[in-house]
């Protein structure tokens, strides 16, 4: 029996690289160090997927585009999150809602946002109105205040179609 509304909590974390470019949500962030990863390493849209997976009971990204597959090397985040929709809409739901905040000391992500929220909403296919995207700083303390790396946190509310 499917229940009309569900939520799930999704967390990811990489490590800063320099070698790369930086993605969030999608966007490219020109003013800092990418992350390390076998994808493109988007930490805010790991972390969306993760979410979206635990609502719909499915399994962890990890499960879906392993680490050690080289499909998904240097992968597009967005191509993953997409096929992650359309897993949560096999099951008989859609994004209803996605909440998100982003852990890091560095790069300032406030003139971002707003490009972050419309791109994650246009692959979702939901509202922009319905995406929300915090980031916040740990005061220099836990190895994003150190600026070693950067962390996420989404909540996903998905719901019957």
């Known amino acids: 029996m499917n229940n009309r509304f ?8 990489h490590r800063f690289d320099a ?17 390390l990863g076998h994808s ?34 240097g992968a597009d985040s967005m191509t993953l999150l997409a096929e992650v929709c359309g ?4 099951k008989g739901y859609r994004v209803g809602n ?10 300032k992500l406030s003139p971002h946002i707003s490009a972050i929220r419309e791109r994650l909403a246009d692959v979702m296919h939901i509202d922009v109105d319905c995406v929300n995207v915090k980031a916040t700083t740990e ?17 996903a509310l998905i719901e019957s179609i």
């Open 6 to 13: 569900r939520i799930g909590h999704g967390y990811d974390v």
């Open 19 to 35: 070698s790369r470019p930086l993605i969030l949500g999608g966007i490219r962030i020109q003013e800092s160090p990418g992350l």
């Open 40 to 73: 493109d390493a988007d930490v805010l849209a790991h972390a969306i997927m993760d979410a979206l997976l635990g609502a719909a009971s499915l399994r962890d990204i990890g499960y879906y585009f392993p680490d050690n597959d080289e499909r998904y090397r």
């Open 87 to 90: 897993m949560i809409e096999c």
């Open 98 to 107: 996605v909440d998100a905040t982003v852990i890091a000391q560095t790069p």
């Open 139 to 155: 005061e220099g303390l836990g190895f994003t205040g150190a600026k070693e790396g950067i962390a996420a946190h989404a909540v």
